[in-house]
């Protein structure tokens, strides 16, 4: 335990032992503006590329900066993902069947996720939400990451990174981190960005996953029914029926006329299960609401706003059919447990923490400028709509140094084979 306001969960160290991939902790600051207090340990995993190993000296480095906040990077690729089969657990998608052909990956568990790197006890009703948003916001995230860098990258060995859906913000803050090792380039894909309208994204969101609700209307005409059906299922069983809801993370997602049937697979795999095979799947599916996203999204994207009083104007202003997957609707029932997270919940919304610092539009810029930057924009993006990204990325533009490109695969695009080939290419061509 880190401190009383910020109870943690012990790590089985033989998380390091592993047959294909090298893993490591690296020891940092809790609290970066107290460099001599106390400290935790954040782990990092250098994936092996395609027919080599981690040590595999002809690949350079890219660091992943995975999305969230509150998210492991156990979610990006699980501690056991079969090397043997190149397939992962449940059949879930597999992020890196792409990327190792052209690098070696480095997966960073972000410090306080349920992954290994100081993992927050979210059950105990000791905890400081404003401790958290304050300690474990993207700000020491982009810290934690130069660490890393340092940790395995050589003294002027190239490397890159990919700064992923909320990576874009400590990615952002590395590039104007003091003295931090400057990348041969950096990729923004589907990224968030700093100084962003907190109201605007709400609408532009909402609007998008209202498209995609229809588009799926469209390509399975008697979904409202499957849907409704599902609902009534769960309320059978006595399950949270807001785990439908939760099922917008697959809005979109995936290769264009592919993610509509894997919503269809999901819903049909929910009808034959039990009430803890469908809580454990969702929860594994990141299709529950999470405390920790909740303070974080706070603190790092909505300066002012909590994702509930958020969801309450977009509800509001953009209706849904009762039949769609609302991902407002999950939102609601954030720690709704009757109990000290209810409380905790009910405090942050009358009183959001303070957000997260970032460095000044200038400081940002002249990061950019020491290195190159590629924006990606993706279609059928659930979370990041790609015009309202393109007016965003306009102000972070330098020429000569800065990129943005249009992607198919929604939210995961820079995953899929054209975002491989994609940075491959930007990442062939001369400064």
Known sequence: MTSHALPTKAVDRSVLVHAHERRGFVTVPLDYAEPGAAT???????????????????????????????????????????????????????RFVFLPQSFRVVLIDQRGTDGSSAPLDM??????????????????????????????????????????????????????????????????????????????????????????????RQAVPDIAQRILAARAHLAALGAEATIIDGMYVLLGKGVPGQWEPGVVARLERLMGQSKAEIEAEAEAGLETPSLLNYILSSVNFSPGYTDRTLAIVGSREIPFEPWMIDEHEMIMRTGQDGGWREAMVADLDRHPPEPTPFPSLEALRAGIARTRALFTAADNDAFVPADLYREVVARFEVPGHTEIRALPGGHNAIFHAPGHEAMVAWAAQKA
């Open 123 to 216: 059950d105990d009703a000791r905890l400081d939400a404003r401790a958290v948003g304050r300690l474990y916001s993207s700000d020491s995230v982009a810290r934690d990451v130069r660490a890393v860098i340092e940790t395995l990258a050589a003294p002027g060995e190239p490397f890159y990174i990919i700064a992923q859906s909320y990576g874009g913000l400590p990615g952002m803050q590395y590039l104007a981190l003091d003295g931090a090792p400057v990348p041969a380039g950096i990729v923004f894909s589907s990224s968030a960005l700093p100084f962003e309208d907190p109201l605007a994204n709400t609408r532009a969101r909402r609007n998008e996953q209202l498209r995609l609700n229809l588009q799926l």
């Open 40 to 94: 935790i340990e954040v782990l990092y995993r250098v994936l092996p590329p395609h027919g080599g190993t981690p040590d595999d000296a002809s690949k350079p480095f890219v660091f992943v900066i995975n999305g969230g906040p509150g998210i492991s990077a156990r979610f990006y690729r699980p501690l056991d993902y079969d090397y043997a089969k190149q397939a992962m657990p449940g059949g879930g998608f597999d």
